[in-house]
């Protein structure tokens, strides 16, 4: 199974990554994200034998389950890769509880002996993929702010036409 642990993000801000979405479609060429996909990746996990979910679901309670719910911020709209063929994402000004929340299950889940992308952590949600920002004239993005409250273990299929996430387990912050 494709797993990962993400950060869910409160109504308000899914909206308002959704509005910036529709800005984007009007000068930015490339894959969009569906808003039903949007998310804070804390640990792309890849593939994983089944057998391991509730040991991975404990891991996420040990290493998050004291951790309190934050207000996080958005900030600037960010890439990875080349301008012609970018992954964009938005970005936090102020990521509340996600970095800690990152560090403190990326190491529980290496404890156990689990391998995970260990990149640097951006706090970020992907917007689009293989995009065109070339031209450098990007919208400026929707502003929100909303309190972080949940971890989520989610599978990911990738077998239809656009990825589908499955929660397998969620933590509610304090």
């Not at 308000?12 to 000068?27: N, Q």
């Amino acid at each position: 199974m494709r797993l990962f642990i993400a950060a869910e993000l409160p109504a308000e801000m899914l909206e308002a990554l959704a509005e910036t979405s529709a800005l984007l479609r009007g000068s930015v060429r490339g894959r969009y994200v569906a808003p039903d996909s949007f998310h804070v990746t804390l640990a792309f996990l890849g593939d994983v034998e089944s057998r391991c979910i509730d040991d991975i679901a404990c891991a996420i309670d040990s290493s998050c389950g004291n951790l309190h719910a934050a207000e996080a911020v958005f900030g600037a709209l960010g890439s990875f890769g080349r301008r012609s063929s970018a992954t964009l994402w938005q970005g936090f000004e102020d990521p509340g509880v996600m970095p800690e929340a990152a560090e403190e299950l990326r190491a529980e889940l290496g404890a156990r002996g689990y391998s995970f992308d260990a990149k640097k952590f951006i706090a970020h949600v992907t917007l689009m993929r293989s995009a065109n920002i070339s031209s450098g004239n990007l919208p400026t993005p929707v502003h929100a702010r909303g309190d972080v409250d949940s971890i989520v273990l989610f599978h990911s299929d990738l077998s239809g036409p656009r990825p589908v996430y499955e929660p397998l387990h969620c933590l509610r912050l304090l």
